[in-house]
């Protein structure tokens, strides 16, 4: 009952003939130093074996323009079909990992995976993030921040997808002293 949670399309794979795209929601932040994730994939997934073999993949965030192309990765196959070339999404080159980042996609977090825990339905393999890329056109120009309202970014809870990013108060907003 942990909702609602990031839509991610995360990419994996080390060939253009093998580049999949997968839509997880069972993602999120480990470690700030240094920086890690993890990522919940099905055994049973055709991207299980791609990311196990290669212990690589990159998080690519969604946003509202992408969440039919989010949503129909994750409801067919890589084994069937090449996701890339039927949603039209662009595969780009990434700085470490030979997995493909989302051109589209305003962040590209790359990973390389440290070790996969074996927890039941989904195995999760938790990563060290080793290059981040982030789209110009979401930053905030006064404080080189990533601009949350600006992308437009897609929650998933419970089947269902929704648009995030309502801006409420920085941490510690709520104990700030205000000035006389």
């Given at each position: 009952?942990?909702?609602?949670?990031?839509?991610?399309?995360?990419?994996?794979?080390?060939?253009?003939?093998?580049?999949?795209?997968?839509?997880?929601?069972?993602?999120g932040t480990v470690s700030t130093n240094p920086p890690m994730c993890y990522i919940s994939v099905r055994p049973s997934r055709?991207?299980?074996?791609?990311?196990?073999?290669?212990?690589?993949?990159?998080?690519?965030?969604?946003?509202?323009?992408?969440?039919?192309?989010?949503?129909?990765?994750?409801?067919?196959?890589?084994?069937?079909?090449?996701?890339?070339?039927?949603?039209?999404?662009?595969?780009?080159?990434?700085?470490?990992?030979?997995a493909p980042l989302i051109a589209e996609s305003p962040i590209n977090i790359e990973c390389k995976v440290k070790?996969?825990?074996?927890?039941?339905?989904?195995?999760?393999?938790?990563?060290?993030?080793?290059?981040?890329?982030?789209?110009?056109?979401?930053?905030?120009?006064?404080?080189?921040?990533?601009?949350?309202?600006?992308?437009?970014?897609?929650?998933?809870?419970?089947?269902?997808?929704?648009?995030?990013?309502?801006?409420?108060?920085?941490?510690?907003?709520?104990?700030?002293?205000?000035?006389?």
């Amino acid at each position: 009952m942990i909702y609602p949670l990031p839509a991610v399309m995360v990419t994996c794979g080390s060939t253009h003939e093998n580049y999949n795209i997968i839509t997880i929601a069972w993602t999120g932040t480990v470690s700030t130093n240094p920086p890690m994730c993890y990522i919940s994939v099905r055994p049973s997934r055709h991207s299980y074996d791609l990311i196990k073999k290669n212990m690589e993949f990159v998080i690519n965030l969604t946003t509202l323009d992408l969440a039919k192309q989010t949503d129909w990765c994750g409801v067919l196959s890589g084994r069937n079909v090449n996701k890339f070339k039927e949603t039209g999404l662009t595969p780009i080159s990434g700085d470490i990992v030979s997995a493909p980042l989302i051109a589209e996609s305003p962040i590209n977090i790359e990973c390389k995976v440290k070790d996969i825990l074996e927890l039941g339905s989904h195995h999760m393999f938790l990563a060290e993030v080793v290059a981040i890329h982030a789209s110009q056109e979401f930053m905030n120009e006064d404080t080189g921040e990533f601009d949350l309202s600006k992308s437009n970014i897609i929650n998933y809870s419970h089947g269902k997808y929704y648009e995030a990013g309502k801006f409420i108060g920085k941490f510690g907003f709520s104990v700030k002293k205000r000035k006389k």
